[in-house]
């Protein structure tokens, strides 16, 4: 992997989990850490692009001591928490389809648990069972009946079936019948895929991905979205790691993103596989 222009200020946007920060979903290798600030003091623009939201990810991008566009909930949501130039971007899904899909029928009895969030604010139908949560650092949801406690509009509605029988029908039924507003990705939590006994839903407004997410950011800055460079780990990043110039996958990461990845890393996440690459690429 090389940059044919070392002395371009590049756009990196980082994926979290599995990516930047280590298998523990809390700390960062130093040598990844260490070469995103070295970046940014060269004139580099470096932005998280994650799927958590807003709340699970301030102390991750206050660490890195950033003051770019923050991309959370997969590009559901673009925000500019120090400078507060960029006016926020929320992609919604309205409490009215959000609440006609927990009620379909094609989910009756199947429903184990469920939790919908927004930009702001997130709600956990059986807090017993947070089954999402991977960063013991980040604050819990609030625990409500998401039909009656949750008002307003939501950005993500995830959902733990109570079986696997008939998986793909839910998944096709519910993408069938609210494909105009949403779409439903199967067993998508932070990226990664694993159809399970109890298998999860991830339902969000149809446009968000994070290629869009992608090009929004690098309009921003005024990067050309070629020489953009991105570092993903699962197929949540895919859209991603394909939109820009310089999409990199990490060696730990899933077959079929390291497919269409411009580069892989040698190192993993846990190794500090991002700090080592970008240290490799912008070495003059």
Same mark, same amino acid.
């Given at each position: 992997m090389k940059l044919n222009d070392k002395n371009k200020k590049r756009l990196i946007l980082i994926d979290l989990d599995g990516t930047t920060l280590k298998d523990d979903h809390l700390t960062i290798n130093p040598i990844t850490k260490n070469a995103l600030q070295d970046a940014i003091k060269e004139g580099h623009t470096v932005c998280i692009c994650t799927g958590r939201a807003l709340k699970d990810t301030l102390h991750i991008y206050n660490e890195l001591e950033l003051d770019s566009l923050l991309v959370t909930l997969d590009g559901g949501h673009i925000s500019d928490p120090v400078h507060k130039n960029f006016k926020r971007i929320v992609l919604p899904i309205s409490e009215e389809i959000m609440k006609e899909i927990l009620v379909h029928k094609v989910l009756k009895n199947k429903i184990e648990n469920v939790i919908v969030e927004y930009y702001h604010s997130n709600m956990i139908q059986n807090a017993s069972d947070n089954f999402f949560v991977a960063d013991s650092n980040a604050e819990g949801p609030?625990? *409500?009946?998401? !039909?009656?406690?949750w008002k307003g509009p939501c950005s993500n509605i995830i959902v733990k079936l109570n079986t696997n029988l008939d998986f793909y029908n839910v998944v096709n039924t519910l993408n069938s019948e609210f494909g105009n507003s949403v779409m439903v990705k199967s067993n998508l939590i932070y990226g990664i895929e694993n159809i399970g006994e109890k298998p999860i839903l991830i339902i969000t407004n149809k446009f968000v991905n994070k290629g869009f997410a992608a090009e929004m950011v690098a309009q921003y800055y005024n990067k050309d979205i070629k020489d953009v460079i991105a570092f993903g780990d699962q197929m949540n990043d895919y859209e991603m790691i394909k939109i820009v110039g310089h *999409?990199?996958? !990490?060696?730990?990461?899933?077959?079929?993103?390291?497919?269409?990845?411009?580069?892989?890393?040698?190192l993993s996440n846990e190794d500090g596989g991002v700090g080592d690459t970008l240290k490799k690429l912008l070495k003059k």
């Open positions: 609030l625990e *409500g009946n998401i !039909l009656t406690d *999409g990199v996958a !990490l060696s730990s990461g899933n077959p079929k993103l390291k497919e269409i990845a411009w580069g892989i890393t040698e």
